[in-house]
């Protein structure tokens, strides 16, 4: 396994403005997750895909977020009109279904000025 | 809903201490419990899970007893290492969903 990857590592913003970040599940892992982790707080879930199905969405995911995974492979995040608040570190998991244990990508911190 | 609470951190200990890093839980019937690691400027790595009450899981010299009597699942390590400093996630996968309900993290600093 060469891990889940995430691009970019960094992106900073102005606020109003949209961004797309990018995750690379591991190889064969059917399932994809999407959480967001504030300075000093641990992850909250935003979404979940099984395949190219989206079957989960948080509270926290406003109609600014979207998020597809079109070929059931990678999937990408995109925040529209930015603001201050989400400013945060977006992490991607994946796991093998029905092994119940996710494996996090090095995450997108993103910083909107 | 699904809730874990850890105990607030920083721990500072000195190299070869005991580790004891307190994780209850609050969820509806059997969920799977996970410790995860993040060291600094590095992504989360999973670093024990249990999936049923009494199960132990362990690695790397840290251990965990799932305990559904006291809804907890504290990590515990005999001898910590300068290497070992980092963030420590508790977190479980209850039966409602997929997603993990993760605590707030506990900061662990050793000093040699």
């Known amino acids: 396994d060469t891990g889940v990857s995430q691009n970019p590592r960094h992106k900073i913003t102005k606020r109003g403005q949209n961004v797309t970040f990018r995750c690379d599940p591991i190889?064969?892992?059917?399932?994809l997750y999407w959480y967001r982790q504030t300075l000093g707080q641990g992850p909250e879930f935003l979404t979940y895909?099984?395949?190219?199905?989206?079957?989960?969405k948080s509270r926290l995911l406003s109609d600014r977020f979207s998020a597809e995974r079109p070929k059931g492979s990678f999937s990408t995040l995109e925040i529209q009109r930015t603001e201050q608040g989400d400013s945060a570190m977006y992490l991607c998991?994946?796991?093998?279904?029905?092994?119940?244990?996710?494996?996090f990508g090095p995450g997108t911190r993103l910083t909107v000025l | 809903g699904d809730s874990v609470t850890q105990m607030e951190g920083p721990v500072t200990l000195s190299e070869e201490a005991f580790l004891t890093i307190n994780c209850t839980y609050t969820?509806?019937?059997?969920?799977?419990l996970f410790w995860y690691v993040q060291y600094p400027g590095e992504g989360l790595q999973l670093l024990l899970k249990?999936?049923?009450?009494?199960d132990k899981g362990s690695n790397k010299g840290f251990e965990a007893t799932y305990r559904k009597e006291t809804t907890s699942f504290h990590l515990e390590k005999g001898s910590v290492q300068v290497s070992d400093s980092a963030v420590y996630f508790c977190?479980?996968?209850?039966?409602?969903?997929?997603?993990?309900?993760f605590g707030g993290g506990t900061r662990l600093m050793v000093k040699p």
């Open positions: 249990a999936t049923k009450a009494d």
């Open positions: 190889s064969e892992h059917n399932r």
């Open positions: 977190a479980l996968l209850g039966n409602a969903g997929n997603m993990l309900t």
């Open positions: 969820a509806t019937g059997y969920p799977s």
């Open positions: 998991a994946s796991e093998r279904g029905g092994h119940d244990t996710q494996y």
């Open positions: 895909f099984q395949n190219e199905a989206q079957l989960e």
